[in-house]
Nanobody, 126 residues
Framework: EVQLQASGGGLVQAGGSLRLSCVVS????????IGWFRQAPGEEREAVSC????????YYADSVKGRFTISSDNAKNTVYLQMNSLKPEDTAVYYC???????????????????WGKGTLVTVSS
C-alpha cells in the first residue's frame, strides 16, 4: 500500500523559512516522481515542485523559483521542500503526491498524480 505523509507546516512571518517533509512508503523513488502541490482557499490546487530520478532536474513553479528547494533522502524515504523567503501568497495547504510515470517531458500536473497524502497547512503572516 502506497502512503505519503506530509508534515512541517505551521505559522511563519513573511521572510521566514519552513521545511516540509513527505515520508513515503510502498513505492520506490526510482519508479515514481514525487511532487509538492498547494491549494489556497478558493483556489485550484497547483504544482509547486517535483523531483524524479528519471528527469534531469527538479521542476519548480515560476512563483517559487529561487526560494524553494526540493530534495530527497532515499535512505529515509523522505522528500523535503525547503521554503525560504516566504510570502503571504505562499499560504496554502501543501500536499505531496506520487506519479507512477516518472518521466513526462513536461511538468507533472495534478491530474497526473496517482497517490496523495494529507496536506499540511502553511500560513505566512505579513
Amino acid at each position: 500500500e502506497v502512503q505519503l505523509q506530509a508534515s512541517g507546516g505551521g505559522l511563519v512571518q513573511a521572510g521566514g523559512s519552513l521545511r516540509l517533509s513527505c515520508v513515503v512508503s510502498g513505492l520506490s523513488f526510482d519508479d515514481y516522481a514525487i511532487g509538492w502541490f498547494r491549494q489556497a482557499p478558493g483556489e485550484e490546487r497547483e504544482a509547486v515542485s517535483c523531483i524524479s530520478s528519471s528527469e534531469g532536474r527538479p521542476y519548480y513553479a515560476d512563483s517559487v523559483k529561487g526560494r524553494f528547494t526540493i530534495s530527497s533522502d532515499n535512505a529515509k524515504n523522505t522528500v523535503y521542500l525547503q521554503m525560504n523567503s516566504l510570502k503571504p501568497e505562499d499560504t496554502a495547504v501543501y500536499y505531496c503526491a506520487a506519479d507512477k510515470t516518472p518521466l513526462r517531458y513536461r511538468a507533472h500536473s495534478v491530474g497526473d498524480m496517482d497517490y496523495w497524502g494529507k496536506g499540511t497547512l502553511v500560513t505566512v503572516s505579513s
